[in-house]
């Protein structure tokens, strides 16, 4: 192991989490080449590498003042871990979109601070706490930024909180979930199931869970339309190795729920004519705001939050990420039966038809 090896006599103190041991002892999956590189290195290259680091920091002016316990200023090299710390895909994929949602919501501030000022007017912030602010600028009212942009770089803390899966175990979360926490289609004796299931069982926490099923289900299945049938059990699925949005979504529920994380099918439409993060300026861009959509099916994971309500938060399998703005729901349930996009009894000639579609408008 790699404590055996580099850190001699270490054991993660409880309640701690390690960011390349797990609690066994052993390497972390996704940083195992890196622990690998680490043992060839030895401590001793390590120890060699952080000093040339030093040198180099300092050669280059990389330092900042601290105070000695004479009073005099001396110069430090700027303190850099030589181990990066390394992010899963799925981790990776929910700072980046925190840390832009914080961005933009920073520009929107600024931006309302020196035009409307509504933030103000509602009560939020006290105009006075903005005005006795050194760095706020008068002369700069009512001019706006090219491109709306005020924060160019921002520094960001990162911080890793808990995992959230003592949180599923709690009676309250499991009173919010509890019919989504049942299975409702099961396939034993799969073989691909039963490696998803170990997957997902070494997920960091619901949410990374959650995003992993987002990618590994269309990495082990096609997507292929007339595969299957609206009620082809996940067995079938699984034997053949492909289907459509719906058998994607009840494959995910039964690996979420199988970990104890409520899970609940939707349905609904998908905007799908522009697939660059903004279906709406897509769309009036090319002339075309109204077209035509097809149905779709998506997974909403109750998530815990940090001193909050456990949230639903929703996952497109089909599509490999978070369901956003091109998800239209129109409702919810166990399985897909529960929520089908129609229901209900024809009775007329043999030969008769049934046509319907679905437009959307991006505003």
Not at 27 to 49: E, I, K
Not at 157 to 168: E, H, K, P, T, Y
Request: with cysteine; proline share 6%.
């Amino acid at each position: 192991m790699l404590a055996d090896t580099l850190v001699d006599g270490y054991s993660i103190p409880e309640g701690c989490y390690d960011e390349l041991l797990a609690p066994g002892g052993e390497p972390r999956a996704h940083v195992a080449a890196m622990v690998q590189t680490l043992r060839r290195m030895g401590p001793q290259a390590l120890l060699d590498a952080g000093r040339r680091r030093d040198t180099i920091f300092m050669q280059q002016g990389i330092t900042f003042e601290v105070a000695g316990s004479d009073g005099a200023r001396r110069d430090r090299p700027f303190p850099l871990d030589l181990v990066p710390r390394v992010l899963t895909a799925g981790e990776w994929t929910v700072i980046k979109r925190g840390l832009a949602q914080r961005i933009r919501a920073l520009n929107a501030f600024v931006d309302d601070v020196y035009h409307a000022r509504e933030i103000v007017r509602a009560g939020v912030v006290p105009w006075s706490l903005i005005v006795s602010r050194p760095s706020f600028a008068r002369p700069v009212h009512g001019i706006r930024a090219p491109g709306g942009v005020y924060t160019h770089v921002s520094g960001c803390d990162l911080v890793r909180g808990g995992s959230g899966w003592a949180q599923i175990a709690e009676d309250g979360y499991r009173e919010a979930g509890t019919e989504f926490l049942m299975q409702t289609d099961d396939a034993p004796g799969r073989t691909l199931l039963a490696e998803l299931r170990s997957a997902i069982d070494d997920a960091a926490s619901p949410l990374d869970a959650v995003l992993l099923v987002a990618e590994l289900i269309p990495g082990r299945l096609d997507y292929r339309k007339g595969a299957t049938y609206v009620d082809s059990p996940l067995a079938h699925v699984l034997d053949i190795g492909a289907g459509v949005c719906q058998d994607f979504v009840h494959l995910g529920l039964n690996l979420l729920r199988a970990r104890g994380i409520a899970a609940r099918y939707v349905s609904g439409y998908l905007y799908t004519h522009s697939h660059n993060g903004d279906a709406a300026a897509g769309a009036r861009a090319a002339g075309q705001p109204s077209v035509e959509v097809d149905t779709h099916a998506w997974i909403e994971a109750l998530i815990p939050q940090a001193d909050e309500r456990p949230r639903w938060v929703g996952v497109d399998p089909t599509n490999r990420g978070f369901a956003g703005e091109r998800h239209v729901k129109i409702g919810h349930g166990r399985h897909y039966a529960d929520v089908p996009p129609i229901r209900g009894i024809y009775r007329g000639p043999a030969r008769s038809t049934l046509e319907a579609s679905v437009t959307m408008t991006a505003l």
